[in-house]
């Protein structure tokens, strides 16, 4: 597929929208041509005095779709309008060729449920917003309920203390790469060598934040410990992160300390009982299927029956909180065997599941058969779960959206009540500071007064991370620097 624009370049919005019909499709780009063989949009403006003319044209196995319309320049936000109005016409003319009817409609790049929450915070009705979303975005009706659904649920989270914050500590290693993979992980065997300096470096970042943090009167609220599979560390190295964690900030007001534990296969007794006494209140356990086909199809190297034992594990040792993550559309999966692993998920009655639906990265070594997943009867899975988890009394209380995934569906957390994650719910809606530290880790820090928000990023390779260490802490002036005139 070839886009054409005249007039304008608003290649990236108009890409993300193509991208909504032509998944893991890649297009050519020209400008001020008139003309490309083959599948193509022209997307046209036309400047005249007070107003302009947006023409796309669309031509899809010799079907041709042509829309247009006039946008008057009295508008503060004229280029904007002019870009979404492009985009609105290229949604419809490539719904009417392809006969798609993408769920989340033009809600590309945004995180419908904070969208929905800013709206409301502006004093919208839930009416006009869903006119709006489903009049401008194309959202369904379905997705829209959903997203309110989520919102409701959130509400009483949504108001953490200002001066309070989350410490996410990443551990960028895995036992092996699962095929559908685009994180910054390194395998354990190969960059084993690496873990004992890397803890000592993640030891030491605790320790400055630890001081930063102190220094602005930050408090932490939660702790996150993410991968990559932190599990995949040995139990002292754990311990010994999770101890100076418990050293160098004041952990006691903390409302929830989550581990990843991930993956079955890194799951030990010794290393539960490390992370139960080292303070976490809550842990994954992620199965994302309970199919042995499918586990061996994406690349983990666990079964059901290990996965179940960790499991029954972690509730002898007394943990009363822990998730599971599972992924509709995987390669070789059906729709039966997936609803099996819904019905098997709800049955252990874990305290929250998070269901994804499969994201096609470049970076992954799924990218390339894309072909043999693509027609995966995802929406249907998504449909059992969202129906199957509310029956069995769990409530949707999270959910993103990501670029290049099957169907253009969405993640989305589940819980009992009292169990939302509030970490989850934080990242999503970005209403608190995130400290982060480790390799792939990025901080993002909230200002309220200003409504501003600042990423600032670590390394991504562990090696990086450990060798150009000193450069990385001078960078964490950029935290006090940005608070400096905050209130
Ligand atoms: S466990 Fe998670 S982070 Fe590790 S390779 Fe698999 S998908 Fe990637």
């Avoid at 108001?159 to 395998?187: D, E, Q, T």
């Avoid at 305290?351 to 994201?359: D, F, M, Q, R």
Wanted: glycine content about 6%; aromatic content about 12%; some cysteine.
């Amino acid at each position: 597929m070839t886009l054409i624009f005249s007039g304008n370049s608003f290649k990236y919005e108009v890409e993300a929208v193509a991208k909504l019909f032509f998944p893991g499709e890649s297009f050519d780009f020209l400008y001020e041509q008139q003309f490309a063989d083959g599948d193509v949009c022209i997307i046209r403006r036309k400047k005249c005095k007070n107003y302009s003319f947006c023409f796309v044209t669309a031509k899809l196995d010799g079907k041709r779709k042509r829309r247009c319309c006039k946008v008057k320049n009295n508008d503060t936000n004229y280029e904007r309008l002019c870009e979404q109005t492009l985009c609105r016409l290229l949604f419809l003319c490539l719904k009417e060729l392809t006969g798609i009817s993408p769920p989340w409609g033009m809600l590309t790049g945004i995180r419908p449920v904070a969208f929905i929450n800013k709206l409301i915070d502006n004093g919208m009705t839930k009416d006009e917003i869903k006119k709006s979303l489903s009049e401008d975005f194309f959202a369904s009706t379905e997705k829209l309920d959903f997203a309110f659904e989520i919102s409701d649920v959130q509400r009483p989270f949504l108001n953490p203390a200002k001066n309070s914050f989350s410490l996410y500590i990443s551990i960028p290693f895995c036992p092996s790469r699962c095929s559908y993979c685009s994180f910054v992980s390194h395998s354990i065997e190969s960059a084993g060598r690496l873990v004992p300096d890397y803890v000592e470096k993640l030891c030491e970042e605790i320790s400055i934040t630890a001081e930063i943090a102190d220094k602005l009167g930050l408090v932490p609220d939660t702790v996150y410990i993410g991968g990559g599979t932190p599990t995949s560390l040995e139990a002292g190295q754990l311990f010994r992160i999770m101890e100076a964690a418990a050293k160098n900030f004041n952990l006691s007001g903390v409302r929830e300390y989550t581990v990843e534990a991930g993956r079955a296969d890194t799951i030990t007794e010794e290393k539960l009982l490390a992370i139960k006494n080292a303070g976490a209140t809550r842990i994954s356990i992620n199965p994302q299927t309970m199919n042995d086909d499918v586990l061996k199809a994406i690349g983990r190297k666990h079964t059901f029956e290990q996965f179940l034992d960790a499991y029954i594990l972690a509730r002898r040792l007394g943990f009363s909180n822990i998730n599971m993550d599972l992924i509709a559309g995987l390669p070789t999966d059906t729709f039966e065997s997936f609803k099996a692993s819904v019905d098997k998920a709800i049955e252990l009655n874990p305290e929250s599941i998070t269901v994804h639906t499969l994201t096609l990265k470049r970076s992954s070594n799924l990218f390339k058969d894309f072909g043999k997943v693509k027609d995966n009867p995802v929406e249907e899975m998504v449909s059992y779960s969202q129906k199957a988890l509310k029956t069995a009394g769990y409530r949707p209380y999270y959910l993103y959206r990501q670029k290049n995934t099957l169907d253009n569906l969405e993640n989305a957390g589940y819980s009992k009540k009292g169990y939302e994650s509030l970490y989850n719910i934080f990242i999503m809606e970005e209403i608190q500071t995130i400290l982060a530290v480790g390799a792939g880790a990025s901080t993002k820090l909230v200002d309220f007064s200003k409504g501003n928000i600042k990423r600032v990023y670590n390394y991504k390779f562990p090696y990086e991370y450990i060798s150009r260490f000193d450069n990385l802490m001078e960078r964490k002036q950029e935290i006090i620097d940005f608070f400096k005139g905050v209130d």
